[in-house]
């Protein structure tokens, strides 16, 4: 096998001495002194000992993570051992700058008959990380369609979520799936797997394309068929699988999270702890500000569209939920209704004021200003999100208007209450650690969805109290629609048609206070 361009390149080889160099400074620091007094003869003695020894190189499953190394691979199999430093490289951060096969690289499924709505096959997109037992599965986001017609339409303008012939052969990480531990500090390290969404189900669907003129509906089935393919790939000595998602991928893990566990627990893995983290996916079915007939996406009423689509797709719901709901399954894509049914662990990440949310509800925010029954609309939405995640132990609502967040490259920066995200996801898992510690002998502890008091200094249920709009002054930044300039917080909500004198003497105060409420986010 001819080797690697990059051994024989100078910059190769300078990669190389770096990681060598690191290498060796983390694994034998107490005893440097001795081995730069003995120099190469003494390296070359362990080289023949170790090649005496035979040792086999495994990845360890056990114990803490790590990174080991077989050193007989250096003479005899130098491609072998370019893995194995690449996967050190991961885990050292000065080597990890050097971007050493940090893309996720695309896979289509191997069972072809679970496929995207054209025909063409599903896959997905993963970075392994040896070392690591935890993995991060996410489902894309995009909307949906419900009916024949909407579905051509979204055929004709957003082909890619409807088909996998022009995917990319790989994609970057960023947010939660980045491998950067300055911008995704706590699972930086773990097996990353991006789902793409070309199933137009909100991940339901479970009917094939029968008709060629017609779509197929796999979304469920995508999800299953990924997870078995993961099983030869590590999935199978996991210790946490986190399924997370944005947008129509948040409600995704909300419908598949159950799923998930009691897939791998049929199949005998029932150490994996399976998790979600549903982002901008718990949608309200509430009344429109301006009814419109169905005709599209945009437009249609949440409730009508779902039960349109859920028939359109042969869309599967939680078992818990269906029973909950016989007859009224779509009940289930809402989630302050399927939430209290499941059995898995879920963190809930939501913005107050979604902009999906707004615009289903017909308030579409176009650069003009709003008029004032547009605005009470906009302040009793988030209002009704309060109402909705007050009994979700593990949360993260900012009141922000905005949409996804926990892949954004900002996503460290917003704040409930002085904590990030990044921050509560720590404080929940090591609170789900915690409860397993607890309940150490009570079986699978994968469904475990029990209420614990925070650990002081680690809270996990993060609501903005605050009324309005961006009054949190960690939002992400505004931008005039029609400039692109920058707007100031108080700029944002005269331009959304709010009334500072109106506001304060409603609330009984000086303007003044209320203007300085709202630039310090109060």
């Known amino acids: 096998m001819q080797r690697r361009c990059v051994v024989r390149s100078s910059a190769g080889l300078s990669a190389l001495r770096s990681c060598l160099l690191l290498l060796f400074i983390h694994m034998s620091a ?47 199999n130098m491609d072998n051992f370019m893995v194995q430093i690449k996967n050190l ?39 392994e990380s040896k070392g690591s037992r935890r993995w991060l599965l996410f489902l894309e986001g995009g909307w949906y369609c419900f009916n024949r017609q909407t579905c051509d339409s979204r055929f004709e303008t957003m082909r890619r979520l409807m088909s996998s012939t022009k995917w990319l052969q790989t994609r970057k990480g960023t947010g939660i799936m980045s491998p950067q531990p300055e911008e995704n500090p706590h699972w930086w390290n773990a097996n990353m797997v991006f789902i793409p969404y070309c199933s137009s189900d909100v991940w339901s669907g479970a009917t094939p394309k029968t008709d060629p003129s017609d779509y197929a509906f796999m979304g469920s089935l995508i999800i299953k068929e990924v997870v078995n393919e993961l099983l030869t790939k590590g999935l199978q000595n996991a210790k946490v699988l986190l399924l997370a998602g944005s947008s129509a991928g948040g409600t995704g893990v909300l419908l598949n999270v159950d799923h998930v566990a009691e897939q791998l627990e049929s199949q005998g893995y029932k150490g994996v702890q399976v998790r979600g983290l549903a982002d901008s996916g718990w949608f309200l079915d509430n009344k429109q ?3 419109t007939d169905c005709q599209d996406t945009i437009s249609c009423a949440p409730t009508e569209a779902i039960k349109r689509g859920i028939r359109y797709w042969g869309g599967l719901v939680p078992e818990s939920c269906r029973q909950a709901h016989v007859g009224e399954e779509w009940n289930c894509f809402f989630g302050y209704k399927v939430y209290p049914t499941l059995k898995s662990p879920v963190f809930v990440v939501q913005w107050l004021f979604d902009e999906a949310q ?37 949360m993260f609502a900012p009141a922000c208007l905005s949409h996804e967040l926990i892949t954004r490259t900002y996503w460290m920066d917003i704040q409930v209450k002085g904590t990030s995200l990044p921050r509560a996801l720590h404080c929940w898992d090591r609170s789900l650690q915690g409860n397993l510690h607890i309940n150490s002998s009570h079986g699978n502890h994968s469904h475990q969805k029990h209420k614990m008091a925070p650990m002081r200094g680690c809270p996990q249920h993060l609501i903005d109290s605050c009324p309005w709009p961006h009054c949190n002054p960690s939002c992400p930044t505004i931008r005039d629609q029609l400039t692109g300039q920058e707007m100031s917080v108080i700029q944002f909500l005269k331009h959304m048609g709010f009334d500072v004198e109106k506001m304060a003497q409603q609330q009984g105060m000086d303007p003044r206070k209320l203007l300085g409420m709202l630039s310090n986010g109060s």
């Open 30 to 76: 107490p005893v440097e002194a001795r081995r730069v007094r003995s120099g190469r003869a003494q390296t070359r003695r362990v080289q023949q000992q170790q090649q005496q020894q035979a040792p086999v190189y495994r990845e360890r499953v056990d114990g803490p993570e790590s990174f080991p190394l077989d050193f007989t691979a250096v003479e005899s």
């Open 289 to 291: 500000f301006k009814f």
């Open 89 to 127: 490289a991961q885990s050292l951060y000065p080597c990890s700058a050097q971007k050493l096969d940090q893309d996720m690289k695309l896979h289509f499924l191997k069972n072809t008959s679970v496929t995207c709505n054209d025909g063409s096959p599903a896959g997905y997109y993963i970075k």
């Open 358 to 394: 707004l615009t289903v509800d017909n308030i579409h925010l176009t650069g003009q200003p709003v008029h004032e029954g547009q605005w009470r609309y906009i302040q009793s939405l988030g209002q009704e999100l309060r109402t909705t995640l007050r009994d979700v132990p593990s």
